[in-house]
C-alpha cells in the first residue's frame, strides 16, 4: 500500500467518513474510493452494497479480482426521550458497539447519573439533532411518547439517510402520530421508514425486555438485507 | 494471549503509518478470504517492521509467526504476495489453523 493512500485512510476514519480501499490482488494496483465518491465509482453496485454492510470482501469484476478493504464508522444509536427504556438501552447498544447519545430537554431526565459513560444532550430535538450529522451509519429512535418531542425529533431523522428509524407507541398512538406529520407534508412513503410499534414482537413486557427488542431490530436493520426481512 | 492481538484496526492502521513514517521498512497483511471456521474475520489485519516486531492479529496466533516470515519477504522485495494456511495446506501441521478453516492473507509493503 503507498503510504499517501495509507495517509488518506486513516485521515477518512478519524473523520468518521466512509471509504474503501480497491486491491487488484493479481497485479497490486491499489486506489482508494471516498464513500461519498462511491456512487460515481464504476463499481459502485459493489461499493454501495459492501458500504451498506461495512464488511471488506473479495469481489470478481470485469477487471478480474479484486478485494474491497471496507472501512465504515462505528454505528451510531441517537435516542430521543431519557426514559427508563433508554437507561436500559444505552448500555445494551454500547455492549453491540455503538456511540450512544441521548436527546431530551426535560432536565430531570436527561442527567448523566442515569447514564453513566453516554453523551446526554438536554436539549430540544431541532437544536440537538442537526448538529450531529445524522448518518446512513446512524440508527434513530424516539422513546419519550410525547409528540412535542418525539415529532419534531422524527422529522428530523426522516430528512437523513440513518438506516433505522423506530418509534415508541402503539399502534393507535402511531396511527395518530402519522396523521400529525403528514399534515407537517411528509410523504407515506417516508413514513414507511418508520419502525413502530417499535421493537421485533417477542411480547417485552419490562422496560429492558424492550430494550432487547429494540437493539435486535436495530441489527437487523444494520445486517439484514431488506428482502431477508419479515 | 499477547494483549498486542487485541488492539483495534485502527491502532494497526495507524501504527503501519506511523512506522513507515519513522523510516521503518513495513508491510501489511489482510486477512481476504475465509472458509469454514475462520479465527478472524475478513479484513482483518497484521501489520510488520523489518525487524519483525508486529501488531495486530490475522488469525488466534496460529500463523502469525509464518505470516510475519514472508512479511519480512516482501518487505525486502516490494512484490506482494497472497498467502494460504489451512488444514489442506501440507505445512499445516506445522503453522495449520487448530480450528479447521482456511485463511488466505494478502501481505503488500507500505511504500
Known amino acids: 500500500m503507498r503510504l499517501d493512500i495509507l495517509s488518506a485512510l486513516n485521515a477518512e476514519r478519524a473523520a468518521r467518513r466512509a471509504v474503501v480501499i480497491v486491491t487488484d490482488v493479481s497485479g497490486g494496483h491499489q486506489r482508494l474510493v471516498r464513500g461519498s465518491d462511491a456512487r460515481n465509482d464504476p463499481l459502485a453496485d459493489l461499493l454501495d452494497k459492501h458500504l451498506r454492510s461495512g464488511k471488506s470482501g473479495m469481489e470478481e469484476t470485469p477487471q478480474g479480482r479484486v478485494f474491497l478493504t471496507v472501512h465504515v464508522p462505528p454505528p451510531r444509536l441517537v435516542i430521543t426521550g431519557a426514559v427508563h427504556i433508554s437507561q436500559a438501552l444505552a448500555p445494551m447498544a454500547r455492549l453491540l458497539g455503538y456511540d450512544v447519545i441521548i436527546v431530551d430537554p426535560r432536565t430531570a431526565f436527561a442527567t448523566p447519573e442515569r447514564f453513566p459513560d453516554v453523551k446526554v444532550l438536554a436539549q430540544w430535538p431541532d437544536q440537538a439533532l442537526p448538529p450531529l450529522n445524522i448518518d446512513r451509519y446512524t440508527a434513530f429512535v424516539a422513546l419519550t411518547h410525547d409528540p412535542k418531542i418525539d415529532d419534531p425529533a422524527l422529522m428530523h431523522a426522516l430528512s437523513r439517510d440513518c438506516f433505522y428509524i423506530g418509534a415508541l407507541g402503539s399502534k393507535k398512538t402511531h396511527g395518530r402520530r402519522l396523521e400529525r406529520l403528514k399534515e407537517q407534508g411528509i410523504s407515506d412513503s417516508q413514513l414507511a421508514r418508520i419502525h413502530a410499534p417499535i421493537g421485533l414482537s417477542i411480547g417485552a413486557v419490562s422496560p429492558p425486555e424492550i430494550a432487547v427488542s429494540i437493539v435486535a431490530e436495530i441489527t437487523a436493520g444494520l445486517r439484514q438485507p431488506p428482502e431477508a426481512r419479515a | ?111
Not at chain 2, 18 to 43: C, F, H, I, N, Y
Not at chain 2, 50 to 70: M, Q
Not at chain 2, 73 to 99: H, M, N, Q, R, Y
Not at chain 2, 101 to 109: N, P
Open chain 2, 1 to 111: 494471549m499477547d494483549s498486542k492481538l487485541l488492539a483495534r484496526d485502527e491502532d494497526i492502521l495507524k501504527a503501519a503509518e506511523d512506522w513507515r513514517k519513522a523510516g521503518r521498512g513495513v508491510a501489511l497483511a489482510t486477512v481476504v478470504e475465509t472458509w469454514g471456521s475462520a479465527p478472524r474475520p475478513v479484513g482483518s489485519n497484521l501489520v510488520i517492521d523489518e525487524e519483525g516486531n508486529f501488531l495486530g492479529s490475522v488469525s488466534g496466533g496460529c500463523v502469525e509467526g509464518a505470516v510475519v516470515t514472508e512479511a519480512l519477504d516482501v518487505i525486502g522485495s516490494g512484490k506482494p504476495k497472497t498467502l494460504e494456511f489451512g488444514v489442506a495446506d501440507e505445512t499445516a501441521w506445522k503453522v495449520g489453523l487448530s480450528c479447521g478453516g482456511t485463511i488466505r492473507v494478502y501481505v503488500e509493503k507500505v511504500e
